[in-house]
């Protein structure tokens, strides 16, 4: 593909970005021309300045007839301009869609999807989707280490602070999994520029005031990939209690660094975990997504009850067992799957489908 022409965001606190960015500067590394317009303030810490930069000033000479791509939410489809066909990247964590969603996402001439469970529920809409899984950057969130080593086994929990996140269970699940003699610890790194500090600091207080509150630790959101990679691996296991997910970059990103991940059985990142390379929550039942903020009835999300909680809590004793004896833990097959979900192949396929 000569050129393309790509709208997002360029934001390190909001995900799309991510997606985005990374897409840019797979297809350009392929000799695609990327004419890039950010879709609010950029403020990404990349070490990319100068390729940035070049796409931004690509935007004088873009190519009004070659293909564009839309990577935005779903109900804002309509805000693009340049660029035909138009191709749309939403990412989406209910089953079911409004009115308006659905009315967004017929306007595109081509919808991505990230998973089969994605494009199944726009089925439901007879809105046709192609499935293109997002990546990881292998080159920054490479292998840690399999060699034994002395100390706690560490869990870890990061990405944006929601309810739809099971944040509000996830310092119950620890606490009935350990007690206070045990060798564990557990890494908190949220990020949400939409709830005040005030609140943050409640949600903080709330892990804190529990018997096992001296064993969480709260560090700040990692400000560059490269802090994140590092985060992430000096850690044993991500858990991810998620109800419902647009895509959970995190999880692919700790089975890049080959830690061993705990999460939920439903939902958009069920098109890389799996029995194989996760320890599943398995889902029975879903219920109303309501959180009061986001989230008010307009759709299902897995319900997270007292079963759920004791699936959590059984696979982190055994990985804890596991560690403690071992001296390690480490995700070999986690690993070979994030090696099939690079930011590369990503590019690639949304080359083959425009």
Not at 16 to 41: C, D, E, M, R, W
Not at 169 to 178: G, S
Request: proline fraction near 5%; hydrophobic fraction near 40%.
């Amino acid at each position: 593909m000569k050129s393309i022409n790509i709208r997002g965001p360029l934001s390190t606190q909001i995900g799309y970005a991510h997606v985005s960015f990374n897409v840019a500067k797979a297809l350009h590394a392929q000799g695609t021309k990327v004419a890039y317009f950010p879709i609010g303030q950029p403020q990404l810490t990349t070490n990319d300045v100068e390729l940035l930069q070049t796409w931004l000033n690509n935007q004088a000479t873009f190519d009004y007839k070659a293909p564009s791509l839309l990577v935005w939410h779903e109900f804002a489809l309509g805000e693009f301009a340049a660029g035909s066909p138009l191709a749309a990247y939403p990412f989406f964590e209910m089953n079911r869609l409004d009115a308006r969603r659905v009315h967004h996402l017929k306007y595109p001439d081509i919808i991505f999807t990230a998973s089969q469970w994605a494009k199944e529920v726009l089925a439901q809409y007879n809105i046709s989707s192609s499935v293109v899984p997002v990546g990881v950057d292998r080159d920054i969130f490479y292998s840690k280490s399999a060699e034994p080593k002395d100390g706690p086994t560490t869990f870890i929990n990061l990405g944006k602070l929601e309810i739809r996140k099971g944040h509000d269970i996830l310092h119950e699940a620890f606490n009935r999994a350990f007690s206070p003699a045990d060798n564990v610890n557990l890494i908190v790194s949220w990020n949400n520029p939409f709830v005040p500090e005030g609140e943050m600091r409640e949600w903080v207080q709330m892990y804190k005031n529990t018997p096992l509150g001296n064993k969480i630790n709260f560090v700040g959101y990692a400000p560059t990939d490269y802090a994140l990679a590092d985060l992430i691996r000096a850690a044993d296991c991500m858990v991810a209690p998620t109800r419902a997910e647009g895509a959970c970059l995190p999880l692919l990103q700790a089975l890049s660094c080959g830690l061993e991940v705990i999460t939920t059985n439903y939902s958009a990142h069920t098109e890389f975990c799996h029995e194989g390379n996760a320890h599943l929550v398995n889902i029975t039942k879903l219920e109303p997504a309501y959180d009061g903020k986001w989230f008010n009835g307009q759709g299902e999300w897995a319900h997270i009850g007292e079963a759920e909680i004791d699936q959590m809590v059984q696979h982190m004793r055994d990985l804890h067992r596991l560690r403690q004896d071992r001296g390690y833990l480490y995700n070999e097959v986690g690993v070979d799957t994030a090696k099939q979900f690079t930011w590369k192949h990503t590019a690639q396929k949304i080359c083959d489908i425009l």
